[in-house]
C-alpha cells in the first residue's frame, strides 16, 4: 500500500496540468474523453505533442512512446513522407462526392499484400470493419450465430461486445465458458447470438464449435490476442479454426486490426493460414480514421451494386482520400526488411524485460509476436483468456504509473508495440526504466 502511494504520489508531482485538464474535460464529456479504453486512474495525462517517438504532455513531460496510438503509428509521429502525401492531398480537396484513384492505390497494395484479400472495401474505424466481416458472413451463409474467443477484443459494436475484459468468476467453467455482456445497454439476443470458445484451447474450442457446427456462419479471432494482452495463437488453434469452418459450412473471419502489423502480410501471411475474411484498422489508415475488410472474391460480391448488392454499405467518410493517401504511403514504407527490423528490435524489448525480472526475482511472462508485445506479472505460462485475467493486477498497475513517471509510455495494461523510429538505445532505456521502477515495486 505504501508503495503503491508513491508511485501514485510522483504521478500526481508530474502531471497537475494534466489534472487540471482532466477536471476541465469532465465538465463537458462523460469522464473527461471519449475513448473509455484509454482511462486509466487517477486520471490520464492530456497529450499536447508528439513526434517521432516521442510525445510530450500537457506538464511538459517528454516520454518514449511504447504504444503508438494502440499500435497505429508504425513509422512513429509525423513521418515526413506520409505528411507531404496528406498536405498534396488537402490542397486537392479534403472529401469527395464520387470515388478517387486514391482508394484504388491503397485498395491495390491491400490485396497484393494480404493472401485472403482478392477485393476490400473501406470503412472509418475497425469496428465497422469486424461488423462488416460479420454481416457479410450472415448474408453468404445465411446464418445467425457466430463464435468468438473469450477475452476477443473486436470494436464496440453489439455483436461482438461480448466476453471481451470479463471477469472469469461470472464467465463459466474455462472448459464452458459462457457469454458476458460487455456493456449495458445490447439488446438480449446479442449473447444469444454469441458462441464462446477459449483461446488456444485447441480441443476444447473444437468440441465447443461441434457442438454448434449447424448454427454457425463465423468464427472471428484475433491471430494475435491483442488489446487485451498480446498473446499469440497457437499455429494448431488456428490451423483447428480453419478446419472446421472448412468442414461445416462457415466462414473463417481473421480480425487483424491490430496484428496487421507483424509482416507485409499480416498474421496470415506469419502463421500460413488464409482466412475467408479479413479486417483491417489502425496502420492502414497512416494515422487517421480507418477500417479495411476484404477476403474471397464471392463473399464480396455482395457489397457489388451492379449485382444487387445484397449487403447494405454506405460511410459518408469510406475511403476519404486524405485516408487513403496517408495509408497508401505508409504501406510503402513497410518493406519486408521494416518487419524484420522491428520483430528483431521487439525481441530484444521482450528478452530485456525477461532479464530484469529474472534477476529481480519477479514472475513475468512476456509475450507477443511481430513489434507487439505484453508483460504478465504470473509465473504460469500466459496462452489463454483468463492466464491473463490471473495475473497480478495491482503490480501490473504501479509498474504502468512507474513508467509514467520515468518517461515510458505503454497501455495500461502493459502492452506495446514498437514504431520504426525506435533505436537499440531507446530499448536499453526502456529496459533501465523498467527496472528502476520495479525495483520500487516488487
Ligand atoms: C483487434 C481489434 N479489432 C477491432 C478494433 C476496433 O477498431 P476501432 O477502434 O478502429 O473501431 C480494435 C481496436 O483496438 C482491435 O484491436
Redesign the pocket.
Known amino acids: 500500500m505504501v508503495r503503491t502511494d508513491s508511485e501514485l504520489e510522483r504521478y500526481l508531482q508530474l502531471t497537475p496540468n494534466s489534472r487540471a485538464l482532466w477536471e476541465d474535460a469532465r465538465e463537458y464529456l462523460p469522464g473527461g474523453d471519449s475513448r473509455n479504453?484509454i482511462f486509466w486512474n487517477p486520471y490520464p495525462i492530456f497529450i499536447e505533442s508528439a513526434s517521432g517517438c516521442h510525445v510530450v504532455d500537457a506538464d511538459g513531460v517528454d516520454r518514449l512512446d511504447f504504444i503508438n496510438t494502440?499500435?497505429t503509428m508504425i513509422l512513429g509521429h509525423g513521418p515526413e513522407p506520409v505528411l507531404r502525401a496528406v498536405a498534396e492531398q488537402a490542397s486537392k480537396g479534403l472529401a469527395y462526392n464520387a470515388p478517387s484513384r486514391t482508394q484504388v492505390r491503397l485498395a491495390k497494395l491491400l490485396c497484393e499484400r494480404v493472401p485472403s484479400f482478392d477485393q476490400v472495401r473501406f470503412t472509418?474505424?475497425?469496428?465497422?470493419?469486424?461488423l462488416n466481416t460479420l454481416r457479410a458472413a450472415r448474408a453468404f451463409t445465411g446464418r445467425q450465430r457466430f463464435a468468438k474467443a473469450e477475452g476477443?477484443?473486436?470494436?464496440?459494436h453489439d455483436s461482438?461486445s461480448v466476453s471481451v475484459r470479463v471477469d472469469p468468476a461470472s464467465a463459466g467453467d474455462a472448459d464452458n465458458p459462457r457469454p458476458v455482456p460487455a456493456s449495458a445497454g445490447l439488446p438480449d439476443y446479442v449473447a444469444l447470438d454469441v458462441v464462446i470458445i477459449p483461446f488456444n484451447e485447441t480441443q476444447t474450442a473444437r468440441r465447443i464449435l461441434e457442438e454448434n457446427r449447424e448454427d454457425l456462419a463465423a468464427v472471428i479471432v484475433?491471430p494475435v490476442l491483442?488489446?487485451v494482452g498480446m498473446v499469440p495463437a497457437d499455429p494448431e488453434f488456428l490451423d483447428m479454426l480453419r478446419d472446421f469452418t472448412q468442414d461445416n459450412g462457415s466462414l473463417l473471419i481473421f480480425?487483424?486490426?491490430?496484428?496487421f502489423r507483424v509482416a507485409q502480410g499480416g498474421a496470415q501471411e506469419t502463421y500460413g493460414v488464409t482466412p475467408d475474411l479479413t479486417?483491417l484498422?489502425?496502420i492502414v489508415g497512416g494515422g487517421f480514421?480507418?477500417?479495411a475488410f476484404g477476403g474471397r472474391k464471392d463473399i464480396m460480391d455482395l457489397y457489388d451494386p451492379t449485382r444487387g448488392p445484397r449487403v447494405s454499405h454506405a460511410g459518408t467518410f469510406n475511403a476519404n482520400p486524405v485516408t487513403m493517401v496517408a495509408g497508401a504511403t505508409t504501406m510503402e514504407l513497410l518493406t519486408p526488411s521494416v518487419y524484420r527490423n522491428l520483430a528483431e528490435l521487439t525481441e530484444t524489448l521482450r528478452q530485456g524485460v525477461r532479464k530484469v525480472c529474472t534477476e529481480l526475482e519477479t514472475p513475468v511472462q512476456v509475450t507477443g509476436l511481430g513489434s507487439l508485445f505484453g508483460i504478465h506479472f504470473t509465473s504460469a505460462e500466459v496462452r489463454t483468456y483468463r492466464d491473463i485475467a490471473a495475473e497480478d493486477a495491482d503490480l501490473r498497475h504501479r509498474m504502468f504509473l512507474g513508467l509514467l513517471n520515468e518517461g515510458v509510455l505503454v497501455a495500461s495494461n502493459l502492452v506495446g508495440s514498437l514504431s520504426t523510429l525506435i533505436t537499440e538505445e531507446d530499448i536499453a532505456d526502456f529496459c533501465a526504466a523498467f527496472r528502476k521502477v520495479l525495483e520500487r515495486n516488487r
Do not use: Q
Open positions: 479504453s494502440m499500435t472509418n474505424s475497425g469496428t465497422e470493419a469486424t476477443g477484443y473486436h470494436g464496440t461482438v484475433e491483442g488489446s480480425d487483424e486490426v491490430i496484428s479486417s484498422g489502425k480514421p480507418v477500417g
